[in-house]
């Protein structure tokens, strides 16, 4: 016993603890580098061609509702997800039913748009901005004009669709 306590005495001279006249100071705090949030970078070349003639195409409403109903349900469900590739493959998954929509429908604005916003979550800003043109060829057209201008005005009220190339998106509207 008398040999631990010596150890401790030792010990204790050996690190130089303060006496109790000698005050304590607080160690200086390390300032954190500011984090910068990071940079997305958009793809600016987009392969798809968005304003063909759908000549050839015949319309199918009805398979084209179910299609983008689909979509939304995807993408919905790829907001709820958990990490990042369940997100992205929901996103994927939402595009696909969108672009099928498209092809039984070419002239819904509605399901143009919402490829769009499909086409922005995953970066693909050449793609999101030929189909705001799109869009707005769609508006001149007197058949599908007025939803596709109510398509228009539905992105110029909601300031944070393509929020980060807006002045481009509201020229490829012609706004």
């Not at 819904?108 to 916003?117: H, I, M, Q, V």
Request: charged letters at 25%; one cysteine or more.
């Amino acid at each position: 016993m008398r040999r631990l306590l010596g150890l401790v005495v030792v010990a204790a001279a050996c690190h130089g603890t303060p006496s109790p006249a000698e005050p304590l100071h607080a160690p200086e705090r390390r300032q954190r580098p500011d984090e910068a949030p990071p940079e997305i970078h958009y793809i600016d070349d987009c392969s798809a061609d968005f304003h063909r003639p759908a000549t050839t195409a015949t319309a199918d409403p009805r398979t084209a509702a179910t299609q983008t109903a689909e979509g939304d349900a995807a993408l919905a469900q790829a907001g709820s997800g958990s990490d990042e590739a369940t997100r992205a493959a929901g996103v994927l998954q939402a595009l696909d039913h969108y672009r099928t929509a498209l092809v039984k429908d070419p002239y819904d604005a509605d399901t143009t748009l919402k490829l769009a916003l499909a086409y922005d979550k995953l970066y693909r800003k050449a793609c999101a901005l030929a189909l705001l043109k799109r869009l707005a060829s769609l508006a001149e057209s007197k058949k599908v004009g007025a939803p596709a201008r109510a398509a228009i005005d539905r992105v110029i009220d909601n300031a944070s669709w393509f929020k980060a190339y807006r002045r481009e998106a509201q020229a490829a509207l012609g706004q």
